[in-house]
């Protein structure tokens, strides 16, 4: 490993992150957990699921630029909300060297939820 580093400001409390660089060119980057988040969702499908907008995260102030996207997951604490919500990723793309992830959270009902969003992702950076 070459480094291991938080990679957004603490003090704003959201999208916060960290990576891990290695030398063969690879890069774990990873949302610290314990965050609470708040999203609506209000808009209903076809089968009755109901999603919120498309959000987008990427991590703030990474100094490390990333070629290319080889994988994401996606976890969620439902922090004991009713109406399951779920979190599920629209898209993935690298822009400027940051990687982005687009996503809405999905839910048996329409409301506000008050949830842990984690995202691991691999990359490379060389």
């Avoid at 076809?46 to 498309?54: M, V």
């Avoid at 993935?92 to 809405?104: D, L, Q, R, S």
Wanted: hydrophobic share 35%; with cysteine.
């Amino acid at each position: 490993m070459l480094e291991e580093k938080e990679c957004s400001p603490k003090d704003t409390g959201e999208n916060q992150w960290k990576y891990r660089k290695w030398s063969n060119g690879s890069v774990e980057i990873w949302r610290i957990g314990g965050n609470v988040d708040t999203f609506t969702v209000s808009r209903s499908s076809a089968n009755g699921i109901y999603y919120s907008d498309e959000i987008v995260w990427y991590p703030i102030d990474m100094p490390l630029k990333i070629t290319k996207i080889d994988q994401i997951l996606a976890t969620i604490d439902r922090k004991g909300n009713d109406g399951l919500p779920n979190v599920n990723i629209v898209n993935a793309f690298t822009e400027n060297g940051y990687p982005f992830i687009k996503f809405i959270i999905t839910a048996n009902r329409t409301g506000q939820f008050k949830v842990s969003t984690n995202f691991y992702i691999q990359a490379r950076w060389k």
